[in-house]
């Protein structure tokens, strides 16, 4: 410790200021120049060339982290975390580190090449560019002068934010309106559900508020939808604040061992326990104070207006079932448990109730998140600061995008058609997992190109066979183009490949949810030039439809988001495209909470927020309409103002006959909820027609002859386990995401393949041992595996994580080379034989009850020793 | 607002002079042996005063002796301390500073040597041509930081918030990453084998105040 004080080194200053000022004996100083304070040379201190610091955004996974670049001589040498980034502050996980060896994976596909060999057999030739683009030019022209611009398939797996605005754009431009998403195999269930209860969809947890974090069915802190932003989050709540963190899981996973406790549940049964839950908490009233004022923005029974003692009683008749002890039965969890995180849940406030893909990934998946939605709800834990918010991103503006009129093939991106198995009431994210099976239905002629963008249908689906098989089949899918980066598994079956850029290489705007309730404006820059003739599908997409003759503003990708950049109100004013390059992120600080609270109309204070000045009070909606708009109509039963011209509904008539809740599209015109004497905004709708009111019960699922309260059905499949069944779930580590980062030779050295996991009693039962050989059989096939005994596994359960096992996608994830594949110093390095077994070729296509959604963990099967 | 801001901002800017004040005292006390002028300016009654309240005790010798005997008898200490031959005590960080991790010290052009300069030269500023020690000199790291807080003060005095922190950034990086992890250590070695008070002195005084620059630099970042 210094001996200096303040005063003594303010005297010692101020003489040798004097000193200084009288100039003498100083005159040979060592450095010369200005300190720069911005952008000042960097130079590295392990090789010694500059380097160039350059803020970009991570694309690993779709968290997206913003994040800096480090390049020495043109070649990327680091990723780090950008330390400005509200979201990550400073942090982004290890596969956002690894992702630079992507860029120079020696799989990586270069050139455009078109097949020579049987489709699959891994003959191609490189062709130039103009070929490639006058192939897919001319194909979609065909098809468009033919006036069946949808038989042009467009299949994305992973393409957001301006990526997604502009090539999802372009490729409406062509005239297709069949384009294939990837949600139905994410968590689009929990989505349905959010939809149907608050709109929208997507929930932040406001981890820097909160006093309690409740976990279901999501392994926060190694991997999720917002996962550094978030994880690191939550490691502070637990160190710093000493948060409670309680977590249900089927295994015990790295987020439960480091929770405060770990409580096992048998898989799919989360709901149950839920509904349990929700029962102590009606029972004991730990819904007043907090609850009850929230109920008043909730629909808990039939009439939108009814009151909070109406709607807590309905709550409780419905609830009356759902005992601790009944949950107890179907999820082994006990009733004391579930009463004892029950209350503390309720009475912790505030509490965050962190569930995802763990918790839907299951037969009755939407309605498990619409039981949370009421726990959240009966506890006031919605939307306020410490709670389950409403997610708050980036607001970009889009440069102009030209547009079509499209036409779009029926009953393939839905699930089957209304009234056959595996179809589906409300499938407002579509049925991905379900599309081969449909083109295999509907059969020849549906389709005459397919494209697939950073998508690969035979690895990222269930029933890998009937993949294949439709994948091969030429009669099925006559011309497949796969826009990929490096020599995917279903890119092995295409006839063209377009070498796409990967992320480091390309530009684009961010908007990914914000934890802090902000809203983060943050880009992407390329960090080097796309390697050999890799070009950006994006860049591709502005020459195609182009050479179509229409007309861009914009030559390339990074113009459209620059201009797109310079346009956005705030940023724009911040310094636009060149504060954004420079600095990487942007916000506009203010946080937003309560968003159901925005009144629209309130006569008794006098605020109005439609046009002119209404202050007329509510007791007669109909007569105000017309204040709204002319095609303006309130509708009873759902205490809703809306635009009927919006919907589909061909006359005023018509749409007062069939009503907000059954008019299609009603949604679309959706103005204002009357809430007593208020209009307020309230939770709008955005994919489905509801009104303003938290929507736990639901006038639509009464419609479609489903319960309006949440409801737990056992799904048909487990509905008789034999005493050999197992539940096989899946899950992910963090070092690896689903399908995409096999080919990172650091990531996959750490995390080579997948061991099933089986607990001890299963495996002593088997007569398996740890390392032993398996195989696991489910209704639809057979797939080999090596043990992971171990006690983390429950008892009834086979785990298998889901990344490993490709049978293409270059040497590290598969033992096999690229076509073109090049020699690589590290390949002395690879130190596994095995390259894992994907568990979704066992796995059957089928979908929640509601949204349909892919049921990843209900699948049963049998284990043996191979 | 404005008048509460340019008030923080002179508070700021007088921190950074005081500041910028002793690391160029310091630097030129180690750059060179003493040279007359400097000599009769710290043998001046105020700064002797000051001495004193630090604690240093030069003893009535240092400021009774004649000019040129006490010059010859510095330079002469001054040899003997820094450059040698013999046993001698080099003002290099390389020297000092131990790197557990990679276990590169203890030599010249060391691993420190080369990030010292890679600093230096990453903040904008280059080593002037006719610069002939090694990169790492105390009085060069001295200077650095001398230079990075004259911009800091720069930057208060402009309004410019954002650079000052940016700056006050950089110099605690710098004190962190090399200051702290060896002039302490280098001082009380000089301490230990000075025979003369002056140097002896004032190798307690510089260490003193890079231990005190660690224990305030955070402050002055939270404060800014």
């Not at chain 1, 938290?694 to 048909?716: C, K, R, T």
């Not at chain 2, 005292?25 to 004193?52: C, H, K, M, N």
Request: charged letters at 25%; glycine letters at 8%.
């Amino acid at each position: 410790m210094s001996t200096i004080t303040r005063r003594n080194f303010m005297k010692f200053a101020a003489a040798s200021g004097a000193v200084l000022a009288a100039g003498k004996g100083f005159e040979s100083e060592a450095l010369a120049g200005t300190v720069a304070t911005q952008t000042g040379r960097d130079f590295s201190p392990a090789t010694g060339k500059e380097r160039k610091a350059i803020p970009s955004a991570c694309w690993q996974c779709v968290s997206r982290d913003s994040m800096i670049g480090f390049v020495e001589d043109g070649r990327l040498v680091k990723l780090e975390g950008h330390p400005k980034s509200i979201r990550g502050q400073g942090h982004i996980c290890a596969r956002g580190q690894g992702g630079l060896t992507s860029v120079y994976d020696p799989d990586r596909i270069l050139y455009p090449m078109r097949r020579t060999g049987p489709r699959g057999s891994g003959k191609w030739k490189r062709i130039s560019w103009d070929e490639a683009i006058s192939e897919l030019t001319g194909r979609i022209k065909k098809l468009r002068d033919a006036g069946h611009p949808e038989k042009f398939l467009f299949h994305y797996g992973r393409m957001k934010a301006s990526s997604g605005k502009l090539i999802g754009g372009l490729v409406k431009a062509t005239g297709t309106g069949s384009i294939g998403n990837h949600t139905g195999v994410c968590e689009s269930a929990k989505w349905t559900a959010q939809e149907m209860t608050w709109g929208g969809h997507f929930d932040n947890w406001d981890i820097d508020h909160t006093k309690y974090m409740l976990i279901m069915g999501s392994n926060i802190l190694e991997t999720h939808t917002n996962h550094m932003s978030v994880a690191h989050r939550i490691m502070h709540a637990k160190i710093d604040r000493g948060v409670p963190m309680k977590t249900f899981d089927v295994r015990m996973s790295n987020t439960a061992a480091k929770s405060d406790e770990w409580i096992p549940i048998k898989q799919g049964t989360d709901m149950a326990v839920v509904l349990a839950m929700t029962k102590v908490v009606l029972d004991k009233g730990l819904y007043k104070g907090d609850g009850e004022e929230f109920l008043k923005f909730c629909k808990c029974t039939p009439k939108h207006d009814d009151t909070v003692a109406n709607k807590i009683a309905a709550l409780k008749k419905h609830y009356a079932n759902y005992t601790p002890a009944w949950a107890e039965k179907i999820s082994g969890v006990p009733a004391s448990t579930i009463e004892k995180i029950a209350v503390e849940f309720a009475t912790t406030k505030p509490a965050v109730l962190i569930a995802y893909r763990g918790a839907v990934t299951n037969y009755n998946g939407c309605d498990s998140e619409r039981a949370r939605q009421v726990l959240s709800s009966l506890t006031g834990n919605v939307d306020a600061p410490g709670t389950n918010c409403k997610a708050v991103g980036a607001g970009w503006k889009s440069a102009k995008v030209p547009k079509a009129k499209t036409k779009k093939v029926k009953d393939i991106f839905d699930g089957a058609p209304k009234g056959e198995p595996e179809s589906y009431p409300f499938p407002t994210h579509h049925a991905s997992h379900q599309v081969l099976s449909r083109i295999k239905a509907k059969g020849p002629g549906t389709f005459d190109l397919a494209v697939w963008y950073c998508y690969t249908p035979y690895f990222a689906n269930g029933n890998w066979a009937e993949n294949e098989a439709v994948l091969k089949d030429e009669s099925l899918l006559p011309f497949v183009i796969s826009c990929d980066t490096s020599y995917g598994d279903s890119t092995h079956f295409a006839d063209m490949i377009l070498p796409d850029a990967t992320y480091l290489e390309r530009f684009d705007w961010e908007d990914m949810v914000d934890p802090t309730q902000t809203g983060e404006y943050y880009i992407r820059q390329a960090l080097v030039k796309p390697l050999g003739e890799a070009r950006d599908f994006g860049d591709v997409m502005i020459e195609v439809v182009n050479r179509l003759g229409m007309k861009t503003n914009y030559k390339t990708k990074e113009e459209y988001v620059q201009q797109s950049v310079d346009m956005t109100p705030g940023v724009k004013e911040a310094g636009g495209w060149a504060y954004m390059a420079k600095e990487g992120v942007w916000n506009a600080g203010k946080t937003h909470y309560f968003s159901y609270k925005e009144v629209i109309l309130d006569p008794k204070k006098q605020v109005c927020k439609v046009g002119g000045s209404v202050y007329e009070d509510l007791k007669d909606p109909e007569a105000i309409c017309s204040y709204f708009g002319d095609d303006v109509l309130f509708d009873n039963l759902a205490g809703v103002w809306w635009h009927w011209k919006a919907s589909k509904a061909h006359s005023e008539d018509e749409a007062k006959q069939k009503g907000y809740y059954g008019t299609k599209y009603a949604y679309k015109g959706y103005v204002a909820t009357k809430m007593g004497d208020i209009a307020y905004k309230g939770f709008g709708p955005d994919k489905v027609n509801k009104s303003g009111y938290m929507e736990l019960w639901s006038q639509i699922l009464v419609d479609a002859g489903y319960n309006a309260l949440p409801e737990w059905m056992p799904a048909p499949n487990q509905k008789n386990m034999g005493s050999d069944d197992m539940h096989l779930t899946t899950y992910k580590v963090c070092v690896q995401t689903h399908s995409r980062t096999q080919n990172n030779k650091w990531l996959t050295e750490i995390y080579p393949n997948n061991h099933a996991w089986i607990n001890p009693k299963d495996a002593g039962k088997r007569g398996i041992s740890d390392g032993d050989k398996i195989k696991v059989k489910s209704p639809i096939a057979e797939m080999t595996s090596y043990a992971h005994v171990t006690e983390n596994a429950q008892p009834g359960h086979i785990h298998i994580a889901h990344h490993m096992g490709h049978i293409q996608y270059g040497r590290y994830a598969s033992g096999n080379k690229a076509p073109e594949g090049r020699s690589d110093p590290d390949d002395k390095n690879i130190h596994w034989k095995w390259h894992g077994s994907h568990p979704n070729q066992v796995i059957p296509n089928w979908g929640d009850r509601l949204s349909g959604f892919q049921r990843w963990n209900d699948t049963v099967v049998t284990v043996k020793k191979a | 607002m404005d008048s509460a801001m340019n008030a923080k901002n002179k508070k700021s800017v007088a921190l950074a002079d005081q500041r910028i004040n002793v690391y160029g005292f310091l630097a030129g006390i180690y750059r060179q042996e003493l040279v007359p002028d400097l000599l009769s300016q710290i043998r001046t009654p105020p700064f002797r005063g000051v001495l004193s309240d630090l604690g240093a005790n030069l003893g009535d010798e240092f400021f009774a002796r004649k000019d040129e005997d006490m010059i010859e008898d510095l330079a002469v200490e001054y040899t003997r301390l820094f450059m040698g031959p013999g046993k001698h005590i080099p003002p290099y960080e390389s020297i000092h500073h131990e790197r557990r991790t990679d276990g590169d010290w203890g030599k010249f052009w060391g691993a420190s040597t080369v990030e010292v300069k890679k600093f230096i030269e990453t903040a904008g500023l280059q080593y002037k041509d006719d610069f002939a020690a090694l990169p790492d000199h105390i009085s060069v790291e001295f200077e650095f930081m001398q230079k990075v807080i004259e911009r800091e003060r720069d930057a208060w005095a402009e309004g410019d918030r954002d650079k000052a922190l940016y700056c006050l950034k950089m110099e605690k990086m710098f004190i962190d990453d090399h200051l702290i992890k060896w002039v302490p250590r280098f001082c009380s070695e000089v301490v230990s084998n000075a025979e003369l008070s002056f140097y002896r002195e004032i190798a307690k005084i510089t260490g003193n105040f890079i231990e005190f620059e660690k224990e305030n630099i955070d402050a002055y970042i939270s404060d800014a």
